[in-house]
């Protein structure tokens, strides 16, 4: 049988020191995931559940891209953020079984147009429109876990123009990745493909026509966009 029209392209990223690359699925990013201040050791019964909201895997963009500054908003944010692929599905995945399941990691950005996810979390209506845009997720080559082992501390931050605008520690999550994955696959069958935006630390702000921004997260890897003028 004849597709009807062409088949849509499947997103990939490239897998660091590999001639292969990764199919990107779905993405499913965890809302407000970083504390303000150094976690206190131990349980914490006040912290709320993680929640998630997605961008399509076509907003997917290389490293050293030039990206289109995006339209409508006024007010582009940054959000850097740990990328965690997923190379084996699953639902109801325990936690301590939860890393069995990550294929690698990348740095990525949650670019948001922050002016119209304001708006949208005003009315009670979805977030998409401010985060599911075209181009609204940056991402490096995944390093293996094979290769790198599971990060789960190790500084994360973003510079604008060489400036440093977000700085955190990826042992400053509120819910850790074995903890996110665990918790999502309640809620939906992860598939191998899926990527998890891990959260953004605090400091996020504008980005401007022009701008270079540059993410890093300790022994995960290096993301260099800069905005068109
Ligand atoms: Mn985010």
């Known amino acids: ?31 407000r995931n970083y504390a303000e201040h150094a976690r206190e050791m131990g349980h914490d019964p006040d912290r709320e559940p993680p929640f998630f909201f997605m961008k399509p895997a076509d907003a997917i963009v290389q490293n050293n891209a030039t990206i289109p500054y995006p339209q409508v908003t006024k007010d582009l944010h940054h959000e850097i953020e740990m990328i965690v692929a997923i190379g084996k599905g699953g639902a109801d995945i325990p936690v301590e079984k939860a890393l069995d399941h990550v294929f690698g990691y990348g740095v990525g950005l949650d670019m948001t147009r922050r002016d119209i996810q304001g708006e949208a979390k005003k009315m009670g209506r979805p977030w998409e429109m401010g985060k599911a845009f075209d181009n609204s997720a940056p991402c490096t080559a995944l390093n293996p876990a094979a290769m790198i082992g599971h990060p789960a501390k190790g500084a994360i931050w973003v510079k604008v123009n060489g400036e440093v605008k977000q700085k955190g520690d990826l042992a400053d999550m509120i819910w850790n990745v074995p903890e996110m994955i665990s918790y999502l696959s309640k809620l939906i069958t992860l598939q191998p493909g899926d990527v998890i935006m891990s959260g953004t630390p605090a400091g996020v702000g504008p980005v401007k026509r022009g701008d270079k921004l540059e993410g890093h997260v300790d022994g995960v890897g290096d993301l260099t966009v800069t905005y068109a003028k």
Not at 10 to 23: D, R
């Open 1 to 31: 049988m004849d597709y009807a029209i062409d088949f849509p392209k499947t997103p990939v990223l490239p897998v660091a020191e590999s001639n292969k690359t990764f199919p990107v699925g779905r993405i499913y990013c965890v809302g």
